[in-house]
């Protein structure tokens, strides 16, 4: 008897590790399947929670995911509601990722004498450029650098050091390299 009951309990603990599933107290060691991301839901999500929040309910704001990456496409009055809008979209469950492409009602880019006057600051404020003679000026947005500096080296800064400033669209460089001792000009009587 001792040994049909044994048989039993060997079968019943064989049965338990066998099929786990059936069994309700038993752990399950494998990690679920993530599960797939559903743009159409998080779509639907971030529109409805940018709708429901107060400084954004009346914005005409377009919203496309795709593999969990949100798009924002419209317009709204300030920098901050965009930012907003960001954020709004960033806490919605199964966003990885937001592209926002809101622009700015009314914000008029530089003009042209605050694009010039910026970009001679730049200049100024860079130490191997504040004594270069380079003369700035800016029409629709492009510059135009004239005028003389010691490397063409420095020459390069210039358009760099243009280009971070605000409302430029491209830098035209016309700047000379001053013309300095030729290299290998040295003592030429010399015997090698």
Do not use: C, H, W, Y
Not at 9 to 26: C, E, G, I, R
Not at 36 to 42: F, K, L, S, W, Y
Not at 60 to 81: F, Q
Not at 170 to 187: D, F, I, M, R
Request: zero cysteines; glycine letters at 8%; a positive charge.
């Amino acid at each position: 008897m001792k040994a049909v009951i044994a048989a039993l309990l060997l079968s019943l603990s064989v049965a338990t590790f066998a099929f786990p599933a059936q069994n309700k107290n038993a752990k399950s060691t494998s990690k679920p399947a993530a599960a797939p991301v559903d743009d159409a839901a998080i779509t639907a999500s971030v529109k409805d929670k940018l709708s429901k929040t107060p400084s954004l309910k009346d914005a005409n704001i377009n919203v496309d995911s795709k593999a969990g990456k949100v798009t924002l496409i419209g317009s709204l009055k300030t920098a901050g509601l965009k930012g907003v809008a960001t954020n709004v979209a960033k806490s919605v469950k199964g966003v990885k990722s937001v592209d926002n492409q809101i622009t700015v009602e009314g914000a008029a880019p530089p003009d042209d004498a605050a694009i010039t006057k910026d970009v001679q600051a730049k200049l100024a404020a860079t130490p191997s450029l504040k004594s270069a003679k380079i003369d700035v000026a800016t029409a629709g947005g492009v510059v135009t650098l004239s005028g003389s500096v010691k490397t063409g080296g420095l020459k390069g800064l210039a358009t760099q050091q243009a280009k971070r400033v605000k409302g430029v669209k491209s830098v035209n460089n016309q700047l000379t390299v001053e013309a300095g001792p030729a290299a290998g000009t040295g003592n030429s009587n010399k015997k090698r």
